[in-house]
């Protein structure tokens, strides 16, 4: 720390020079090598203080003499670029991009409480000035005498003069050094943090004591000797050593020159001394006197040259005392889009600044009171949030520009330091002008002069007005009226047809961005058919003509019209699309930005947004009669058959016809429709309408309202439904009487809901009242199974679409099996043969007659056939189904279920039901049975895990359960490799072992059964029996527990049912310790589920406050884990019951965040976590 802080001193632009002993040696002459005069180096300082312009008399001498002036950079453009960062902030994010984020974090921290500044609001291309004000503040060693610094005294001195002043580093020489600078700044910033103080201030003022006697062979030595001075910084400095050589040989010889750069950039093998000697140049020291005065007065004082600034473009103009600096768009990336500038008068140092931006074009609906307010609070925020309160009052004067008029405030932005600035709002557009530098200054000539010189000359454009087209029925502003173009497409490639586009476009003169509205209208009569098709062919239209494979596409509604955004990348640029369609009509608007000047965000959204078509006019319509449908209706074109069968609603229908209409010129969709329902349906009435509406309802649309009604003398429902999101809404007209219905349905956008548009065609329907025969519904009612019978393929095919809508009658069922013996049998109706349609219409066939028939039909099945209808019968409601399936089941062939299948048949009896001894009669009929009997007693435990027993149910049959676990026990091969699953007695001894407990409880049988089956176990079935021993309170074997695969799936298992409350049997306190949970829990699913590979746990004892003494217990715990590869770490807590032997439950982790090292102790982490934890809801 000792150099290193200083280091940074020494590094800072120029340095000083000061008289000293007979070893300085800060001034040197250059001559030789083709030099027609001498130039001269000196080594400067960065301060304030007197001892540093202790200098040899020969140094203002000789800076007078020279013709020209250099130092390491221009400290004027240098000032202008951080004062453009201090404003824009960083772009280049070279610290963000090199340092670890924890560090970069920490920086920022400390230059907040330091200048109140963050990382990004400072010239990262100085990356030392940031080390420097992280180091110790230098006004605790040195004093600030003077009010400039030495090395800006000699450049202002060299400009009063007139000298021409140059730069000898540039961005491009060193930004590779500045990248590679920042990989070593964490190590020097964390030596910038230690040291002692005492130690600290000796060392700098030893070194400052160095310079002053001239001594560069002290520094150097003494620079090469810190502890901190890192091979890097030897490198850092040399490379910039051999740029600034680079760039001062040209220099040399054309002018004589004055060359001031930092003290530590000239001794060394590397040093600027002898890298010159290398290059054939002789360079001496001069002689140092201190005998004259210490500042002779400039020979020349040059007077400003005022320069006039004209910005044609964003319109505005303005002089300043020299030419200013200019930052253009793009340089700090899309936070500027306009050019700034700024000049920094040398001999008062004064800052002036100009710029413009654009504000929101469009009603933007505040004053221009408002709009300044606004921008001067912002800006002092920015400065100094705590000096200036929102609630001061602002002192804001006027201020004319020829016709126009602005505001004027000045303001206090530290002790000495004043800002004076000048806002004006003219064409959308704000104009910024701002001066900075002392109270005198601010009120001097010179400031004056520049806001007298302020010209606003807008651009004479960006008048936004409402476009409307009559022809096209839309309006949409635009920046200026549109120029017209009527453009023919293609539409039928095959006969060369056209249509003919009709397009309006205007460009923004001001930001440089055009926008764009087409329409164009299909031939009378076609329209959109498809709405996907329509939009798919739109993206791909555009996709394929700016070759853009991966446009991004999102829906819109504009004026509640369903729109496609579509997003383009072409050239570099960003076009915007928005395409639909009304009617036979569709619409295309168009955004483009202008290169360089990308829109504000979400503007073109706006522009769009304001898109308003005229309200749809339904074409001309003409009355039709449909005598099918047994009605009238005016249509706008003829009918079209849509369908003869159908079902449109949640009950069978024997058939419905349908025709439809569409009016082409408002996109408005007619439909009308006549049903029959057969006689096996429900009466139609409204109740079976409400049903409709909500399985309607289910698929995703939204229904606004359903009413009873009247319709031309009928009772009707009327409805109205819409498509979220689409703009697109439904009318619906039914009317009801007999066995049949009419429905009217209009298709429409959503807005016209409102409107009469459909009066022409509603207000002039007229219908019959349907008939009824039911000699021909009852004829119509058996066709469905006569067509199932037949051979003809027609009506085969017409069987098997409609075999889904038929309920069964008894007189029905004994044709059913035949069906089974047809070619189509195995056939399906979608994804379903008819033979699953007919078995589950027995769900709800429940009479006497058809039991009787199923127990005739059973004996002639398949086995596939019977597993069918067995698994059917399990799921019907009415109880004579659940004997029927047992007296079936009996006669079971041997190979026909497996376990699954047994369970799949087995369960439903027992959901959410009291299993009662009757049906464990019924049940243990099957007892005997080859297939069943151990299946049985696994398929029952594992139901009965979640239901009920009867009192007593299971004592009744308790010894043949334990009976047929015992000769499981016997029978099972206890192999290492038998998995879960794979035998059937391992599974039965698996829930035997845990679900019959749960009603048994412990006895003499159960224990033994358990010490038969340890004795054989394996480590994994012996890791599943823990449970069942801790629960029984019986001791496992050491052999048993050193048996025991600790890292096995089932132990993970078991581990990870103990995190909850209402766990089956809890874990002994010796097994519920958290190290033998956590590192297995994270072990198995961290690697399995999350990509981590557990490493290592540290668990800490602590406690939060507000749980002391309560029965829990929480504890901190620190993760190392792999995270796909990349090692981390997390902060976490686990909970564990305090007293063990009343709470049977196991650890159970509550909480992860990422591990940060920020020097809290273990107990402040637990308790901030804890905080976090309660905050977010536990």
Not at 733 to 756: A, F, Q
């Amino acid at each position: 720390m000792a150099f290193f802080a200083f280091f940074l001193v020494l590094l800072q632009l120029p340095l000083a020079g000061q008289a000293g002993k007979e070893n300085y040696a800060l001034l040197w002459k250059i001559s030789g090598n083709g030099l027609s005069q001498p130039s001269y180096l000196f080594g400067t300082m960065h301060l304030r203080d007197n001892r540093v312009f202790e200098f040899s008399d020969s140094v203002l001498v000789k800076l007078d003499a020279c013709e020209a002036f250099a130092s390491e950079m221009r400290i004027d453009s240098s000032i202008c670029q951080l004062l453009q960062l201090f404003e824009y902030g960083d772009t280049t994010n070279v610290l963000k991009n090199t340092l670890p984020e924890y560090t970069y974090r920490k920086i920022n921290k400390a230059l907040m409480e330091k200048i109140g500044l963050r990382i990004e609001n400072l010239d990262v291309k100085e990356p030392q000035n940031i080390e420097a004000l992280l180091s110790e503040d230098q006004e605790l060693y040195f004093e600030e005498d003077r009010e400039e610094e030495l090395d800006f005294y000699l450049f202002k001195r060299a400009y009063l003069q007139g000298k021409p002043l140059y730069g000898l580093e540039y961005e491009r020489d060193v930004n590779h050094l500045v990248e590679a600078y920042f990989r070593e700044f964490e190590i020097n910033y964390q030596a910038a943090q230690a040291g002692n103080e005492a130690q600290e201030e000796a060392n700098m003022l030893r070194l400052l004591e160095f310079y002053r006697t001239g001594n560069l062979d002290s520094i150097a030595a003494y620079s090469i000797a810190d502890e901190h001075y890192s091979d890097y910084d030897y490198e850092f400095l040399n490379g910039r050593n051999k740029n600034m050589v680079k760039n001062l040989l040209p220099l040399m010889h054309h002018h004589s020159t004055f060359i001031a750069v930092g003290a530590a950039h000239l001794p060394g093998k590397e040093g600027l001394i002898k890298l010159l000697q290398a290059k054939g140049f002789t360079v001496e020291k001069v002689p140092a006197t201190f005998n004259g005065p210490a500042e002779p007065k400039p020979t020349v004082t040059v007077a400003p040259t005022w320069r006039l600034t004209n910005n044609i473009k964003d319109g505005y103009q303005f002089a300043t005392p020299g030419l200013p600096f200019k930052v253009s768009p793009g340089v700090l990336g899309e936070r500027i889009t306009r050019e700034a500038y700024y000049y920094f008068d040398i001999p008062t140092r004064v800052v002036y600044s100009a710029r413009s931006s654009l504000f929101p074009i469009i009603n933007t609906g505040i004053s221009k009171t408002d709009v300044f307010t606004s921008t001067i609070r912002d800006w002092l925020f920015k400065r100094k949030p705590e000096k200036h309160p929102m609630d001061n009052k602002l002192d804001m004067q006027d201020i004319t520009s020829g016709a126009y008029k602005g505001v004027t405030i000045t303001l206090q932005i530290e002790e000495d330091v004043y800002e004076k600035m000048a806002l004006f709002l003219e064409k959308n557009t704000l104009f910024y002008f701002l001066v900075e530098g002392k109270k005198e200054d601010i009120e001097g000539e010179s400031v004056n002069r520049f806001f007298s010189s302020i010209v606003i000359t807008p651009p004479q454009e960006t008048n936004w007005e409402r476009f409307t087209s009559t022809a096209g029925g839309f309006s949409i502003p635009f920046p200026q009226v549109p120029t017209f173009q009527n453009l023919e497409l293609p539409y039928d490639v095959a006969t060369g047809q056209m249509i003919e586009a009709k397009i309006y476009m205007a460009k923004d003169l001001e930001e440089g961005h055009t926008y764009l509205a087409r329409y164009f209208d299909y031939p009378i009569g076609v329209g959109v058919v498809d709405n996907d098709l329509f939009f798919e062919s739109q993206v791909n239209d555009l996709s394929n003509r700016y070759n853009d494979l991966n446009p991004k596409v999102t829906d819109v509604l504009l004026d509640g019209i369903a729109f496609k955004k579509i997003e383009i990348n072409f050239n570099n640029l960003k076009f915007h699309f928005w395409t639909g369609y009304q009617g036979n009509r569709t619409y295309m608007l168009m955004a483009v930005p202008a290169p360089g000047n990308p829109a504000r965000p979400g503007f073109f959204d706006q522009w769009a947004g304001q898109l308003e078509l005229r309200p749809i006019t339904l074409g001309p319509v003409t009355p039709v009669s449909i005598p099918e449908l047994g009605i009238n209706i005016p249509l706008p074109s003829p009918p079209g058959l849509l369908s003869m069968d159908g079902d449109r609603f949640s009950f069978p229908v024997e058939y419905s016809t349908s025709y439809g209409s569409i009016d082409t010129l408002s996109g408005i969709s007619i439909f009308v429709s006549k049903g029959n329902l057969h006689r096996y349906a429900s009466f139609l009435d409204e109740d079976d309408m409400r049903n409709s509406l909500s399985d309607l309802e289910n698929s995703g649309f939204e229904i606004l309202y359903s009413v009873d009604t009247t319709f031309m003398g009928f009772p009707a429902i009327q409805s109205v439904f819409v498509y979220p999101g689409t703009g697109n809404a439904s009318l619906s007209i039914l009317t009801m009487d007999g066995r049949g219905y009419h429905e009217i349905l209009v298709s429409l956008p959503e807005k016209l809901l409102s409107t009469n548009t459909l009066d022409p065609i509603l207000q002039n329907i007229q219908f019959q009242q349907h008939t009824f025969d039911a000699s021909v519904y009852e004829t119509k009612g058996k066709l469905w199974l006569n067509d199932l019978l037949g051979t003809n393929d027609s009506l085969v095919l017409y069987a098997k679409e409609t075999a889904e809508f038929v309920s069964l009658q008894e007189e029905d069922l004994p044709q059913i099996y035949t069906l089974f013996s047809q070619e189509f049998e195995n056939d399906t109706i979608g994804t379903r043969s008819i033979k699953e349609v007919l078995f589950e219409k027995l769900e709800t066939t429940q009479d006497v007659g058809t039991m009787d028939f199923l127990k005739e039909l059973y004996p002639s099945l398949s086995a596939e056939d019977k597993v069918d209808l067995l698994t059917t019968l399990t799921w019907t409601e009415d109880v004579r189904g659940k004997p029927l399936f047992f007296q079936l089941a009996k006669d079971f062939p041997d190979d026909a279920f497996d376990v699954e299948g047994l369970y799949v048949l087995f369960q439903p009896f027992a959901e959410n039901t009291i299993l009662s001894i009757s049906y464990l009669d019924s049940l243990m009929t099957l007892w005997d049975h080859p297939v069943f009997q151990h299946q049985i007693a696994l398929v029952f435990f594992a139901i009965t895990q979640d239901v009920e027993l009867e009192k007593g149910a299971l004592n009744k049959y308790r010894e043949k359960f334990i009976l047929t676990a015992r000769q499981c026990a016997d029978e099972v091969v206890w192999s290492d490799t038998m998995i879960l699953g794979e035998d059937p007695s391992y599974q039965t001894l698996y829930y035997l072992c845990g679900s019959i407990f749960k009603n048994t409880g412990k006895t003499a049988e159960m224990v033994n059964t358990l010490r038969a089956i340890e004795s054989k176990a394996n480590p994994e079935i012996l890791a599943a029996l823990l449970p069942t021993f801790a629960v029984f309170g019986e001791k496992v074997s050491r052999t048993s527990i050193e048996k025991v695969r600790r890292d096995s799936v089932e132990w993970i298992y078991f581990l990870k049912s103990l995190q909850t409350d209402d766990n089956l049997f809890g874990l002994p306190a010796k097994y519920r310790k958290q190290e033998d949970f956590l590192p297995f829990y994270l072990k198995y699913y961290g690697s399995v589920e999350d990509g981590l590979d557990y490493q290592g746990i540290q668990l800490f004892t602590s406690q939060p406050k507000e749980l002391e003494g309560t029965k829990y217990n929480i504890h901190l715990f620190q993760l190392y884990i792999m995270v796909y590869g990349q090692e981390d770490r997390y902060w976490g807590i686990i909970s564990q019951p305090a007293d063990k032997k009343k709470i049977n439950t196991g650890p159970d982790i509550l909480y992860f965040l990422p591990y940060e090292n920020d020097n809290r102790s273990p107990e402040k982490v637990l308790n901030d976590i804890w905080d976090d934890y309660l905050k977010e809801g536990r």
